[in-house]
Structures are given as structure tokens and as C-alpha cells.
């Protein structure tokens, strides 16, 4: 009776510990623009339930795709994506939702940049014609705004204008030395290109399109979102409070940012680049994502049939 009782409390006391475990969140995150995100693992004194509800692992991808590869692979649940890459991974089936907004390309906010050399021939887009424009991968979101300003100077992609794929700190001196004519540049690259000189604005993202709209989400996979729903509301209740404070402290949060190894810009410039727009609720802009999706489906023709926007975004599990 004595070795019974044992044995059942041994179990109940077991059972006890692991419902106390908090769950694992395996997150696939990117190099830029994610501020918001990496504090929650620099500062997790701003996340009081990490550690109690859930335990988050920040993991460092260097491009969407091998981020989603881990994801199919079964070693992500969540991360972090431009909406257009989501819409992509979704017209494949991949079962993934957005759940939150990480920043915007947004009028009046920093805005992903297309230079050209202040002293070359490059005036306007216009001409650009039989010449090349750097963007960071093909079907991303830097070919996406590349193609939209190409065509709203009249001019056809890959016929007119050549897009060329290189990554973020070799745009500088592709246009330097005339590779390129027009690279894309964001922070931390587009303060430091712009401090060496000789570089000019040709247009921005938001200009390329013409609205507001969403440039990085939080993502969850469909399977994760339904078996764990209330840490996921934890997780998101911290994302939201982190936003919230970085806001509000912008300068002091770069700094813990870059001691904690996030970014490896020296940190009295880091402090003093521009920000894109972020919401302190984390709301997503749905209605910019399904400009998005009509133009990547009509007028670049990446998408076979429209998306259904609606269906692959769940705002539910942020605060109310």
C-alpha cells in the first residue's frame, strides 16, 4: 500500500513539475529592423511571464527562405518575415499565421532606400534604362519596391532595367564603382553609406508603392497557435509591453541592444539611425497587405491565383 502511495505521489509530483515547464518557443529571427524582438531576449526583465509561461530561443537566419526550410524541418515554431514573404510561404500551403506587426515602411519613418551615385548620369528612375538595380533576393520585398518604381517610370523589369542580387553591405560600393546603378540600402547600412558620401536618394519603398504598409510580422505556425493558444497570448502580451518601451526609450534600448551583441554598427551611430514606423499595440495592416498581394498577383504576376488575406492573418491572440 506504502510502495503505491509512493509511486502515485511520484507521478502527481512530476506531473506537477512539467505543467510548470514553460513552453518552448524556438524563433527564427532576421539582422534588421527587429529591435522590438531581440529586446525581449537582451532585457527579458521587460517580459515577465518568458521564463514562467514560455521560454524563448532567438535563432539568427540570414534570408527568409532557410528560415522557412527550418520551420517545414519541424526546428521553428514562430518568427519573424516581411508580409509578402508569408503571403509567398502561404500560396505554397506552408500553415502559418501572422500575429503581430514588427515595423512599416510608412510616410514620415525611415523608409527602405534606392541610391545612386550623387555624381553619376542616374537623375531619375527613367534612367535607369539599360542599366541594373541591386536588391537583396529575388521574389523579396527589396524586388518587389525595385519592380514597382521600374514600372512607375515606364519602364519593364528584366527587359528595361536588369535586377541584380547581392547582399546589404556590398550595395555601397556596387554603386560606387558602377556595378550597379542603384542599390538598396536600410539601416544600419543607409546611415553609414550616406556618412561615407557620394550616395543620393533615387526613391524610397513607400514611394515606390505609394501607401503605408506592413514590412516586417511576427509569424506563428497554425500548429503551435492551436496547441498552445494561451502562450502565445503570454508571448504577444510581452512583445507588445517590449514595443511599448522601446518607444519610449529608443535610445537607451539601442544601447542595451548593442551590448547585448545584436548589431554590430558602433553604437553612438546605431543610436542615431532612423527608425521605421512600429505600432506600440503591434496591430497588423491588413488592408496594405492585400495591396500587396494584388500587385505581386496583377501587375508582377508572382502569385498564380489572389490571396486570401484574411485567412493567413489572426490579430486574436494580441492584448486587448
Not at 528560415?67 to 514573404?85: K, V, W
Request: one cysteine or more; proline letters at 5%; a positive charge.
Amino acid at each position: 500500500m506504502k510502495r503505491t502511495l509512493g509511486i502515485t505521489l511520484a507521478v502527481l509530483f512530476t506531473s506537477a513539475a512539467l505543467a510548470q515547464e514553460p513552453t518552448p518557443i524556438r524563433f527564427g529571427r532576421g539582422f534588421a529592423a527587429e529591435e522590438q524582438m531581440w529586446l525581449m531576449t537582451a532585457r527579458p526583465d521587460l517580459t515577465p511571464n518568458q521564463g514562467k509561461k514560455y521560454a524563448l530561443k532567438q535563432i539568427l537566419f540570414q534570408a527568409n527562405p532557410e528560415r522557412f526550410q527550418a520551420y517545414l524541418a519541424g526546428e521553428l515554431d514562430a518568427g519573424t518575415a516581411p508580409g509578402l514573404a508569408v503571403i509567398f510561404a502561404r500560396a505554397e500551403g506552408v500553415d502559418m499565421k501572422i500575429v503581430a506587426n514588427i515595423c512599416q515602411e510608412a510616410k514620415g519613418y525611415f523608409s527602405t532606400t534606392y541610391m545612386v551615385k550623387d555624381d553619376g548620369p542616374v537623375k531619375s528612375v527613367k534612367d535607369l534604362k539599360d542599366g541594373t538595380i541591386g536588391v537583396v533576393g529575388y521574389k523579396t520585398a527589396t524586388d518587389l519596391w525595385a519592380r514597382a518604381g521600374i514600372l512607375n517610370a515606364g519602364l519593364v523589369p528584366d527587359e528595361d532595367v536588369k535586377v541584380f542580387s547581392l547582399g546589404f553591405p556590398a550595395m555601397g560600393d556596387s554603386v560606387r564603382t558602377g556595378k550597379i546603378q542603384a542599390g538598396t540600402f536600410v539601416e544600419p547600412f543607409y546611415s553609414a553609406e550616406l556618412a561615407k558620401g557620394g550616395l543620393r536618394k533615387l526613391f524610397t519603398a513607400r514611394e515606390a508603392v505609394g501607401y503605408d504598409h506592413e514590412l516586417l510580422d511576427v509569424w506563428f505556425g497554425e500548429k503551435f497557435l492551436k496547441a498552445h493558444p494561451d502562450v502565445v497570448r503570454a508571448f504577444l502580451a510581452d512583445y507588445v509591453a517590449v514595443t511599448k518601451y522601446y518607444l519610449a526609450n529608443t535610445e537607451q534600448a539601442k544601447r542595451d541592444l548593442a551590448k547585448a551583441g545584436f548589431v554590430r554598427t558602433p553604437v553612438d551611430i546605431y543610436v542615431k539611425n532612423a527608425d521605421w514606423k512600429r505600432d506600440p499595440t503591434a496591430r497588423v495592416d491588413v488592408e496594405s497587405l492585400k495591396k500587396l498581394a494584388a500587385l505581386m498577383h496583377d501587375k508582377l504576376k508572382w502569385l498564380e491565383k489572389p490571396m486570401n488575406v484574411d485567412a493567413m492573418v489572426d490579430q486574436s491572440y494580441l492584448p486587448r
